[in-house]
Each structure stands twice: as structure tokens, then as C-alpha cells.
């Protein structure tokens, strides 16, 4: 009949034109750019459900609002245009977890660097605050992701520095370790030197002390060999005048 043609036109029109309008939204907020409203992927998974759902509520109010037809006819074309609108959501979903994947190897690298860098002039806060302002905004997958690769991160820096420390702490004891020995081995050696010396000394206080001992017999030769020579000289003149 010419009413159920007038109602199929009508809602085909009405979804046709609902439909290019919403889909326009959707490709618009998942290419990156910002929508009525604010909205720009990437989005938490709650706020891209508010965006979605609000678009959604929108477009049903105004279904609702401009569509004619009896209740069937009306809600047949609305479940294809929900159908429809379903897809496009998906692929602003799909889109959504690729920005913020793309979003969070920036700040990631940026938190590498940071790591990395002993010399940096970035704070602790910034870094941070910086890193926390991208994964604010990320849903949920893409995030446990970054956590992860950011925690691996610092965690692989830690035990880097960990073992910097441990060998630093290796080669002070092991140089303490020679220091000690050069100082037992100069100990020795002076001690040694030191007897070397005590021994030569009292060698020498013996030599000098046989010397004069030497001495002191020489002089006592010397006063007997005296003595004898007056003696015999004495004994001349006594046979001398025995003989005249």
C-alpha cells in the first residue's frame, strides 16, 4: 500500500541521512582529531564509551523524533542503523588502542631515554608526570602494556645499577685487599732490612771489640818485650863486669 511505501522511504531516508552523519562523527573522532565536544582518540575505554553511548542517545532521540511508520517498520530500520553504527564504534575502538599504543612508545622511549641518561636534567616528577599524563588517557590493554614495558625498564636499569654498584664495591675491596698486602710486604721488608742492620751492627760492635782486645794484647806484648830487653840488657853489664 501506498502508507507502508510512504513509512519504508521515509525511515530508509531518515536512517540514510542518520547514518552518514554519525559515521562522519566516528571517522572524524577515529582519525585523531577532535569532535563536538572535545573528544580526541586516544581515550580511556570509559570516556569512549560516553562518547559513544551520548552519540548513540543522540541519534535515537532524534529517530525517535523524526521517523513515521508503525512500531515494526520503525524499528526495523533503527536495528540496521544500530547494526551499522556497531561496526563503524568498532573500528573507533580499534583505532583508539592503536594511538594510544603509537601515544605511550613515545612516552616510553622518552622514559628510556630518561633511564638511560645518568646526566639528565629532567626531575624524577617530570618524567613521571609526563609518562602518568599519557597512560591517564589510554585504554586499558594499551596501558597494562606500557605498565608492563615501563616497569621492565626501570627494573632492568635498577639491576643495571645494581651490579655497576657491586662491581665498583668488588674492585674497592679488591684493591683494599692489595693495598693491605703491599703494606704487610713493606712491613717485611723493613723488618728484614731492619735485622739485616741490628745484625751488621752487632757484628761490627764484635769486630771492633776484638780489635781491641787485639790491641790491648799488643800493648801488653809490647811492655813484656820492654821489660825483657832491660832485663837482658841488665844481665850484659853484669857479665860484663863478671868478665873484667
Known amino acids: 500500500s ?24 566516528l571517522r572524524t573522532l577515529a582519525s585523531g582529531q577532535p569532535v563536538l565536544g572535545g573528544a580526541q582518540l586516544p581515550l580511556t575505554d570509559e570516556a569512549l ?9 543522540s541519534l535515537k532521540s532524534q529517530w525517535e523524533e523524526q521517523a513515521v511508520g508503525n512500531e515494526v517498520v520503525r524499528k526495523e530500520y533503527w536495528q540496521e542503523l544500530k547494526e551499522t553504527l556497531a561496526r ?26 630518561w633511564l638511560d641518561d645518568d646526566g639528565t636534567t629532567t626531575s624524577v616528577e617530570q618524567i613521571c608526570n609526563q609518562l602518568g599524563g599519557t597512560m591517564d588517557k589510554v585504554p586499558a590493554m594499551p596501558l597494562s602494556r606500557a605498565g608492563r614495558a615501563a616497569l621492565q625498564a626501570a627494573a632492568r636499569r635498577v639491576s643495571a645499577a645494581r651490579s655497576a654498584v657491586a662491581a665498583t664495591m668488588a674492585q674497592h675491596e679488591d684493591l683494599k ?4 698486602a703491599w703494606g704487610q710486604e713493606a712491613a717485611q721488608q723493613e723488618g728484614t732490612t731492619r735485622s739485616e742492620l741490628e745484625s751488621q751492627k752487632a757484628r761490627l760492635g764484635e769486630l771492633e771489640s776484638q780489635a781491641s782486645e ?6 801488653e806484648v809490647q811492655g813484656q818485650m820492654q821489660t825483657t830487653d832491660s832485663e837482658l840488657r841488665d844481665a850484659k853489664q853484669q857479665l860484663q863486669r863478671l868478665l873484667a
Not at 89 to 112: F, H, I, K, S, Y
Not at 214 to 219: F, G
Open 88 to 113: 563503524e564504534e568498532a573500528m573507533v575502538r580499534v583505532q583508539n588502542t592503536r594511538l594510544a599504543d603509537q601515544r605511550l612508545m613515545e612516552g616510553l622511549q622518552a622514559w628510556q631515554r
Open 177 to 180: 685487599r692489595k693495598a693491605m
Open 2 to 25: 501506498s502508507w507502508e511505501s510512504v513509512q519504508h522511504t521515509t525511515c530508509g531516508q531518515l536512517a540514510d541521512e542518520l547514518r552518514a552523519e554519525a559515521a562522519q562523527k
Open 49 to 57: 564509551h560516553i562518547v559513544l553511548r551520548d552519540q548513540r542517545h
Open 214 to 219: 787485639r790491641e790491648q794484647a799488643a800493648e
